[in-house]
């Protein structure tokens, strides 16, 4: 793997929050994807008291060679008691903001969805409805029954990652369409306007700035809200080389740019995932609802 530059370096935030983190995830027998996909970002989130929670399994449908989860043709059999524990253990923590996200599940019939709707339900029966829920779902091969399973349990935010531009998707996401992602997020800001809509992407994986900035333009026009970019890092071996690491002045641009589209919100930097933010939800929230989405 190649070397990284200076500004990759994410500082090691949390060692006791972490070890306690993983303590409660592992006696509730759920997964975070903090951990399962290695975000560089999980320390820092540890110590603030928040995880991303990863359903239905640990192992993929899909191959995407950026990603660091592992892939089986033969998945096991989803937990029905998962929802209730993702529940239980959100109130533990005492989480306002509640992230949850999964691997692609093409055996199922509705790809899962059913089981994201179960999930909502039963955080906010066991924590109430003022908790804020983000559910970062897979683009249920753009079943809209699928998707209306979700978006009818009104989810604070849908976010679902278009992860690179439409050039690479054959390379980075072959079995994965950029139309069909975008038509997801299209679907779901026309079906439910009120559902805040947010997706991410990773550069560093051979895109120009042109190319970035037209999928800037692609998101704002079907209506996402919010945007995160980050650079790509080689997770293992096997998942693909970086191409190019990209200047923390070249995230300030697409920041710029991004504010310009009038995105709500834009979080951009080498070092960003799609569920990290800069800011707390409810200011980001507030102060949208001062001028309107």
């Keep these: 793997m190649q070397r990284k530059p200076s500004w990759l370096k994410a500082e090691m935030l949390g060692a006791s929050h972490t070890a306690n983190m993983n303590r409660l995830i592992s006696r509730y027998k759920l997964q975070t994807v903090c951990e399962s996909a290695r975000c560089p970002n999980r320390g820092e989130c540890f110590e603030k008291g ?22 089986t043709k033969n ?65 249920f091969m753009g079943n809209t029954s699928a998707i209306n399973a979700v978006i009818n349990e009104k ?16 390379k980075i996401r072959p079995q994965a369409d950029y139309n069909r992602s975008l038509g997801l997020l299209k679907y779901v800001k026309e079906n439910i306007p009120e559902i805040i809509t947010k997706t991410g992407i990773m550069v560093g ?18 209506g996402v809200n919010m945007l995160t970019i980050g650079q790509y890092l080689q ?20 920041k710029e740019k991004g504010e310009d589209m009038e995105f709500l919100y ?19 929230i507030n102060n949208e609802g001062k001028r309107g989405m």
Excluded: W
């Design 50 to 71: 928040s995880a991303v929670f990863l359903i239905m399994g640990d192992e993929c449908t899909r191959n995407c060679s950026f990603c660091a989860i592992k892939t």
């Design 75 to 139: 998945p096991l059999p989803l937990d029905s008691d998962e929802p209730k524990r993702v529940a239980e253990l959100t109130k533990e923590i005492g989480l306002k903001h509640v992230i949850i996200t999964s691997v692609t599940r093409d055996d199922l019939e509705d790809g899962g969805a059913e089981h994201f709707a179960r999930t909502i339900r039963e955080i906010r029966k066991v924590c109430g409805e003022s908790i804020y829920i983000e559910v970062l779902t897979p683009d």
């Design 155 to 170: 989810p604070t935010i849908f976010n679902h990652n278009l992860e690179t531009i439409k050039r690479l998707y054959s």
């Design 205 to 222: 994986l051979g895109e120009t700035d042109e190319e970035v900035v037209t999928l800037m333009k692609d998101t704002r026009e079907a």
């Design 235 to 254: 997770a293992t071996k096997q998942n693909l080389p970086v191409k190019e690491f990209i200047h923390p002045e070249i995230f300030r641009q697409y």
């Design 266 to 284: 834009v979080e951009s930097g080498p070092l960003v995932r799609s569920s990290y933010y800069s800011l707390d939800l409810e200011t980001i």
